[in-house]
């Protein structure tokens, strides 16, 4: 079974510091990793995806994640956060199981304080 | 302009009814899922379909059930079985294995 991590249901920065969301995932088979945004009362938006690819990927809106197979870690960061980016954070894994469904972390709550 | 449309937005039950959720989408994706959220619990996957007059049950099926008549729709329905219905339910589509998820904008329903 695939499953994932987050460490930290909340955080909290600055705005102009560095966002750090932490993912870790465990899987038995090379993993399809992906993050998604969600913003109150909304569906999910993606913000990029690991297909086994570039270990580094970047997304929409200035995020980017590395994966670290030795790690089993898929973090996602941002270098400068802007009031806009808060929200709700969900780390995701998918497989050959379910249809290839997502299997969700239960969420990290970004808050930017001015 | 391409999507996943679900509705209600907003749905208010009563104990012992059996509500039914609607998903469309028009992009003409072959597998369909549906998820459930609660606060501080992620999402679950309740149903999912890969393929028309297919669907197959997910890690929290019982007390729901769903249908995939036509490639576009996958209407869910909440029984009366379900014990603690109230929820934010989010349907989603999606090309094929490594294609993007999309989702709808959600219906949240209320059991008074």
Redesign the interface.
Known sequence: AQSVTQLG?HVSVSEGALVLLRCNYSSSVPP?L?W?VQYP??????LL?Y?SAATLVKGINGFEAEFKKSETSFHLTKPSAHMSDAAEY?CAV?G?G??????????TSLLVTP | DGG?TQSPKYLFRKEGQNVTLSCEQNLNHD?M?W?RQDP??????IY???IVNDF?K?DIAEGYSVSREKKESFPLTVTSAQKNPTA?Y?C?S?EG??G??F????T?LTVL
């Open positions: 249901s399809y992906f998604y009362n909304q569906g999910l938006q993606l995806k297909t969900f998918s050959p379910s249809g290839y469904a997502l299997n969700f972390g239960k969420g | 996943i597998a899922y998820y501080g619990q992620g999402l679950r996957l999912y379909s890969q197959q997910g934010f989010l989603a999606k294995p490594l993007e998820q989702f709808g904008p959600g949240r």
